[in-house]
C-alpha cells in the first residue's frame, strides 16, 4: 500500500530516518509500488510489490544517506 504521510511510515523508518530522508523513502516506495504493480515489470517474479518497493525505497534513500558510526543516518557529504 502506498504511504500518504510519513506519519504512515512503519515504525522503524519514522524513529531512524531524518525528516528529508522519510520523505525521499516515501516517495520512492510509492514510485515503485505503483512502477511494480503488474508482476511481468518485476525481475524477481516470487517477490511481493512491499519487498520491491521497500528495496527501490532503501536503495534512494541510500544515494543520499548513510549510517554513520554513532548508528544514525546522515546525509552524505557532496
Known sequence: MPYKTNSELPDSIQKHLP????DIYREAYNNAHKEYSDPQKRRHKDESIEEISHKVAWSA????Y?????NNWHQKKK
Do not use: F, I, N, S
Not at 61 to 64: A, R
Not at 66 to 70: C, F, H, M, Y
Open 61 to 64: 534513500v541510500k544515494e543520499k
Open 19 to 22: 525528516k528529508h530522508a522519510q
Open 66 to 70: 548513510e549510517k554513520g558510526a554513532d
